[in-house]
Structure formats: structure tokens, C-alpha cells
């Protein structure tokens, strides 16, 4: 009898092919460059099917799969992948001084070129280039692409770059020996879409954005901001890897690093730790890897199309660890983050009421997201099945606004109350005299 795990993995499988098959024949729109912004990167989205221990696959099953005849419908018929498990490559970025994306969980993929034809171009270079995976050869085929997103900085206010993702299902059961570019790429991971969809799977990314919200003060100011507004909580994806292959050409090159978890807390002890900062204000080498930014949105977006259509409930919404800044910013955002579920909730309905089988292809949208020190304005449309492309850009709509308005009031409030204790304190202290 089949295991639970099994059956489930059956079942994602089988909505896995309907899902490519809806992505092939989707075309999401383009965000042509300005001068605003000319910079364009891709990202490769990479499926492959692990086999199941009691159905691998046969040599011919092997032979089948290194032609070029093998087309997705197909692929989907065989055995040893309708009793696999479906899992997306990711890679942990290599650390290095000044880079934004230093030391990040991420997908494959660059900046485009001059000489590159496409955006999908740069997404089959790039892998190739970072990681040793020819997505391009007859073992890959391109299922799609996810909607296109204009990367802004600053706090949304700065674009930088368009980010394009692609789809590509490899049709191996065998990944040949990858070469991981050591400037580029510290590690992969391959992880199992049951994880990902998983709710046990949420966690949190904490960040210190004192350099952000202060880049042209002193240490002081920033250290000043940092005890007040203690570090910034983002929804993340604690990933659990079925196999993972990290790069050991790098001098510096320690398991160590991989796997121990390291923690730096400000400082601060007793109420200034406890009220300040909050009982996780530390920051962190989080390990296991988490996932979290601009990558958990192109993820979120591809996660919902899997049943129950609901991957935005890993996702929430990011604040500060001092609680008090929770609590206000909560206060602020609470209409704005119901007309937002609402605006999300009918969206669905409405598109969930179009027959099956028939495309919907929605009016574009255009919103602004905002992850740590990057924002994304998603450009999409709807899609086969009927559910929204870009569920956390509507949750996120107008949120920053608020976000920075309850951290300048409670630094005002902190302020007041400061000032005012200080004079009756010293109005007292005088009486006494």
C-alpha cells in the first residue's frame, strides 16, 4: 500500500501538469524599459521529478528522457514520474561586500546582456553560468513564464530593474555534475513543493534597516533608530532541502558556516532589550535556509495555483519587532489591510465564476511591493485557473505608507513621553530644593 506521503506527492504531480500546461499557454505581459529604468534581469524556476524509491525509472525510461522527442504530455504519463516528487532548485548566493543580494536564498538567474537575444535568454545563460545546468539542451523544457516586476529600492521609491521569471521542467531523473560559480553561487538546494506548500514551513527573516531608513547619518542616529525600532520581521519559507550540493572551491570554504546558526544581539539589556527591541531582535545566519523577498513573491505567485489556491497564507505582513511598533502599525493598517483581503477575496471569487477550461485574462494591474530594502510593482494578468497572479502585491497595496507613518508617530510618542518625564522630574527635583 502507498504511503500517505505517496499519495499526496500522486496529487501534486497531477496538478503539476495541468499547471505547466496552463503556463505554456499563457502569455503575461511585458514591462518595457524606460529611462527610468533600462536594467533588466531573469530568474529560472526549475522543476524536477525525484523518483520514488519503489518506482524508479528504467534505462529506457532514461534513454526516453535524453531524446528529443519527449514532449510534456508525455513525460506525465510514465510511471516513475506520476509516483515522484516534484521539487524547485534554489540557490544561497555567495557573500560578498556591497553586493544587495549578498548571501540570499534565490532563484537561479542575472542580469541580461548585451548579446543576450531574450529575457528568457539570460535566464538559460545564467544558469548555466551560475549553477552548470544547460536548460537549454533536450533534458529541460520552458513551461512559462510568472508575471514581469519592476524592482524598485529605497523604500519603492528608486526602480532599478525589471525582473522576468521563467518556468523549466527537467525531464531527467538524473542531474548531471553541476559547477557552481564560487563569485556567484555559495550553495544549491533542492527542495519538494510539499515543503513549500507546507504550513509548518512559515518562519521569519529579521533585518536591521537602521542604514536604510538613516544612510546619510552618523552610527549614532542609526544606532538610535535600531533601539527604538528594533529589527524589521518578513515572512519567510523555512526550506528543508531533499539534496544539496554547496561550492568548495572558495579558500574560505567552511561547513561550519553552513550549518550553524549564529546569532548578534545590539546592545541593550533588561527593559531597553525587552521594550526596545523585542524577544527576537537578533540578527541572524538563519539556518535551515529561508526563503523571503522578492523571491517568496515569484514563488507565492507560482505556489497558487496548486489546490486549495491559498499560498498567500504563508505569507504575513512585514513589521518591526518592538512591540509597540507593532501595535500601532497594526492600529493604522487594520482598515487598509481589510480592504486589501476583501479586494483579494473578490478578485478570486470573480474569476473563480468563469467556466473551466476557458482563459481569463484580467485587466493588467500595476502594484507596488515592498520587501526589505527592494519593493516590486507586479505587472500580471489573470490566469487559467482563475486565481490572481499577485496576491501578496494586493495585500500589500498602500502598506508601507502606513508602515513608515507608525514608526515616525511611535518615535514621536517615545519622544513626547521622554520629554515629558524629564520636566516633571525636574520640576519635582526643584520643589524639593
Keep these: ?172 531523473p538524473d542531474i548531471p555534475p553541476l559547477k557552481l560559480q564560487p563569485e556567484e553561487v555559495a550553495s544549491i538546494h533542492w527542495v519538494p513543493i510539499r515543503v513549500l506548500l507546507s504550513p509548518s514551513s512559515q518562519s521569519y527573516e529579521y533585518v536591521d534597516i537602521s542604514d536604510r531608513l538613516a544612510k546619510r547619518r552618523g552610527p549614532l542616529v542609526k544606532s538610535t533608530i535600531r533601539s527604538m525600532l528594533g529589527s524589521m520581521r518578513f515572512s519567510a519559507i523555512r526550506l528543508l532541502p531533499s539534496e544539496s550540493l554547496y561550492c568548495t572551491s572558495k579558500r574560505d570554504f567552511s561547513m561550519v558556516n553552513e550549518v550553524e546558526s549564529t546569532e548578534k544581539t545590539w546592545p541593550g539589556l533588561g527593559i531597553q532589550a525587552i521594550y526596545f527591541s523585542g524577544p527576537n531582535d537578533t540578527l541572524k545566519s538563519t539556518k535551515p535556509l529561508l526563503l523571503w523577498g522578492l523571491t517568496l513573491g515569484i514563488l507565492i505567485d507560482f505556489l497558487d495555483y496548486f489546490p486549495p489556491h491559498n499560498a498567500i497564507n504563508l505569507w504575513r505582513y512585514p513589521t518591526f519587532t518592538a512591540y509597540d511598533v507593532q501595535w500601532i502599525i497594526n492600529i493604522m493598517s487594520s482598515a487598509l489591510k481589510q480592504r486589501n483581503r476583501a479586494l483579494l477575496l473578490s478578485q478570486k471569487s470573480y474569476q473563480q465564476s468563469i467556466s473551466e477550461g476557458i482563459l481569463y485574462m484580467g485587466e493588467i494591474s500595476e502594484l507596488s511591493v515592498t520587501e526589505g530594502n527592494c519593493s516590486t510593482e507586479i505587472i500580471s494578468s489573470g490566469k487559467a485557473d482563475g486565481k490572481p497572479l499577485d496576491a501578496v502585491g494586493i495585500m500589500l497595496e498602500g502598506y508601507y505608507q502606513k508602515v513608515r507613518q507608525g514608526a515616525i508617530f511611535t518615535i514621536f510618542l517615545r519622544l513626547l513621553g521622554t520629554t515629558t518625564m524629564l520636566y516633571f522630574a525636574k520640576k519635582r527635583w526643584r520643589h524639593k530644593l
Design 1 to 172: 500500500m502507498p504511503s500517505s506521503a505517496e499519495d499526496t506527492t500522486n496529487h501534486l504531480v497531477i496538478h503539476l501538469r495541468r499547471i505547466l500546461a496552463d503556463l505554456v499557454k499563457q502569455s503575461h505581459q511585458s514591462v518595457v524599459s524606460t529611462d527610468g529604468y533600462t536594467r533588466r534581469a531573469s530568474v529560472a524556476l526549475i522543476v524536477r521529478i525525484r523518483p520514488h524509491f519503489d518506482h524508479w525509472p528504467t534505462k529506457d525510461d532514461i534513454d526516453e528522457c535524453n531524446s528529443s522527442s519527449l514532449d510534456q504530455d508525455t513525460f506525465f504519463t510514465r510511471d516513475w514520474v506520476l509516483r515522484g516528487d516534484p521539487e524547485v532548485a534554489f540557490i544561497k548566493r555567495a557573500s560578498r561586500d556591497g553586493d544587495r543580494w549578498t548571501s540570499h536564498v534565490a532563484l537561479p538567474g542575472g542580469k541580461r546582456e548585451a548579446g543576450d537575444k531574450d529575457d528568457k535568454a539570460v535566464a538559460m545563460r545564467e544558469t548555466l553560468e551560475e549553477i552548470g545546468l544547460d536548460i537549454s539542451s533536450n533534458n529541460a523544457l520552458f513551461c512559462g513564464n510568472l508575471p514581469e516586476r519592476i524592482v524598485k529600492t529605497a523604500w519603492g521609491t528608486f526602480p532599478i530593474m525589471i525582473l522576468c521569471p521563467f518556468v523549466f521542467l527537467w525531464l531527467s
